[in-house]
């Protein structure tokens, strides 16, 4: 547990409590806060950092929008506690503090920071403001933060830290314990430590548990983990979430091409990870430019809202023209029998409630890593399986349905004044193309995300609008194909 860890630790000593009852107390933390910053009542602010969580404190600072309330908060709590508030913060926040503190009072909130917030942290200011923030490091910091900031974004060696323990196989236990406490104060953690030779390479790990219990004089060679997971510094990062979600890690360390230990991600980081990965995956399913900025929603303005919405909308609006395309092409049939005009929303609404399902869940089955590139035909065949049950039962549904609605007139159709079809072929008719686009909206459904990632796309993308206005296209083209063919127009 590092620092940071144990400060929040002091400071959270219940952490089971009722949500709705957290709310109402945070909604009147708020307003004691922004009452305390308009008041500059410096020694009520510093009893009451004293008594809340610097996470918490964060989000509370969210509502302040005077930039001279938030800097003056910052000047008068201390810098120990001002340093966790200021990794929390977003990077908006972060950056009208830099403008306006000195790097004297700079100093003192980035030297308690991590290597990897201050490096995350750097990567969002604007340039004339790195510089600035760099000077006030120290000269070993600045080059760890630099080469972490040489590293390929959203890959691990981008996310992790190079603040860790390491331990050499020839140590005792003694030597060890004396060699973490000397350096556990500046590590992200010490609850795992590594194991390296002399030129830095990996050979294994031992948990701090398994120190304790072990004798003083044993090596560390003879007890520590030979078998130790790793990943190297170009890794995305979404596959080390993976792993670390698959064998339900806290932390696993980055090593280069050799083998030689570079760092550490923790588990913190890689929540963080896999909320933006979420985040992003949830923009594109809703036809949504990610977020790139990190900024709160009520931060952000509208014409930027405006502009993640716009391509999208623009992208489906004219592909969406080719769905008037093909209603235009079969124009001469809907003369002839207009009611088929009546179930196209149906089934064009049903093909794309179908796709969706399916994207949705394969997508979901990619991102856990339950499924792969390889697995393309197994999901398939499954996927064409569930449709021919899927698709079986709503056609049934489908034809009793719309049999019914026309046999009482709840659907206007006279076959003696429209042409000479009876009611249950139209019915059939219908009930039939609601079976193939179901079929094919599934296969689609479950293709599409797959390929995507085949050729490096967020699977995602194919989820949504994309799936719908393909599957919309599909329906339309069998229904007319398929009036053709039974009825004879």
């Known amino acids: 547990m590092n620092e940071k860890d144990n400060k929040i630790q002091e400071l959270t000593p219940d952490i089971y409590v009722d949500l709705e ?128 900031l040489n590293y390929q974004k959203d890959t691990a060696g981008s996310i992790m830290t190079t603040e860790y323990v390491s331990l050499k196989k020839s140590f005792t236990v003694d030597q060890a314990l004396n060699h973490i406490h000397r350096y556990a104060k500046e590590a992200e953690t ?67 091409q050799n083998s030689r230990l570079l760092g550490i991600i923790t588990i913190d980081d890689v929540i963080d990870v896999i909320e933006k990965e979420q985040n992003e995956d949830l923009a594109h399913m809703s036809g949504i430019t990610a977020n790139k900025s990190e900024k709160p929603y009520l931060k952000t303005s509208v014409f930027v809202l405006a502009g993640r919405r716009l391509p999208w909308l623009l992208v489906l609006m004219i592909s969406g023209t080719f769905t008037g395309l093909i209603l235009n092409g079969f124009e001469a049939s809907l003369a002839v029998l207009p009611i088929l005009t009546v179930f196209i929303p149906m089934l ?30 197994k999901v398939l065949f499954k996927e064409f399986r569930v449709s021919l049950i899927v698709g079986f039962c709503l056609s049934i549904v489908n034809f009793l349905w719309i049999y019914f609605e026309l ?60 799936i719908t206005t393909i599957v919309d296209v599909c329906a339309l083209i069998i229904y007319f194909v398929m009036a053709s063919s039974i009825l004879s127009i």
């Open 21 to 148: 009852t957290d709310n109402k107390e945070n909604e009147q933390d708020t307003s004691t806060l922004s009452t305390l910053i308009e008041n500059k009542d410096v020694e009520g602010l510093k009893k009451f950092v004293d008594e809340t969580d610097p996470i918490d404190t964060a989000s509370f600072l969210i509502d302040i929008d005077d930039d001279d309330s938030l800097v003056f908060f910052f000047k008068v709590i201390p810098s120990d506690y001002s340093a966790f508030v200021f990794s929390y913060l977003d990077n908006e926040q972060q950056t009208k503090i830099v403008n306006a503190f000195s790097k004297a009072q700079l100093t003192d909130i980035i030297s308690k920071m991590p290597n990897d917030d201050v490096t995350d942290f750097i990567a969002e200011l604007p340039s004339n403001l790195v510089n600035k923030v760099l000077s006030v490091t120290s000269k070993e910091d600045r080059e760890h933060i630099n080469e972490l």
């Open 190 to 256: 010490i609850e795992t430590v590594y194991v390296i030779d002399e030129t830095r390479k990996l050979l294994g790990s031992v948990s701090i548990k398994d120190i304790f219990s072990h004798e003083k004089e044993e090596t560390i060679e003879t007890f520590m983990n030979a078998d130790c997971l790793s990943v190297i510094s170009s890794t995305d990062q979404e596959e080390v979430a993976q792993l670390i979600r698959k064998y339900d890690l806290f932390v696993i360390p980055v090593v280069d």
């Open 348 to 377: 064009m609404d049903t093909g794309g409630n179908a796709g969706g399902q399916t994207t949705a869940v394969v997508t979901r089955a990619l991102a856990l890593g339950q499924i792969s590139i390889r697995s393309y035909l």
């Open 407 to 466: 046999a009482v007139g709840i659907i206007s159709y006279n076959p003696a004044e429209n042409s000479n079809d009876p009611i249950w072929l139209i019915a059939m008719l219908v009930a039939l193309t609601s079976f193939f686009v179901v079929v094919l909206s599934k296969v689609l459904g479950a293709s599409l995300p797959i390929l995507a990632k085949a050729i490096h796309i967020d699977p995602a993308i194919m989820s949504g609008p994309i």
